[in-house]
């Protein structure tokens, strides 16, 4: 024979399981935003080494006009 839940028992089940989907979609942003930073500033460091390597890129010292 099945059990038969109450109601209390019913709503502590949803409340939990609304809880845990909660939880998962907060996860899913916060990993997705933490993994576009990081990538994020993966690049602008690459970029920096890159500048710095690169005298094409580096602004002049001092601009005299002749």
Same mark, same amino acid.
């Given at each position: 024979?099945?059990?038969?839940?109450?109601?209390?028992?019913?709503?502590?089940?949803?409340?939990?399981?609304?809880?845990?989907? /909660?939880?998962?979609?907060?996860?899913?942003?916060?990993?997705? /935003?933490?993994?576009?930073?990081?990538?994020?500033? %993966?690049?602008?460091?690459?970029?920096?080494?890159?500048?710095? %390597?690169?005298?094409? /890129? $580096?602004?002049? $010292?001092?601009?005299?006009?002749?």
């Amino acid at each position: 024979m099945a059990k038969v839940y109450s109601d209390s028992e019913k709503a502590a089940y949803y409340y939990q399981l609304h809880q845990n989907c /909660f939880n998962k979609a907060l996860s899913d942003i916060y990993w997705k /935003f933490y993994r576009t930073y990081s990538i994020l500033d %993966s690049v602008k460091s690459e970029l920096a080494a890159y500048r710095s %390597s690169n005298p094409v /890129f $580096k602004p002049p $010292k001092k601009i005299t006009i002749v």
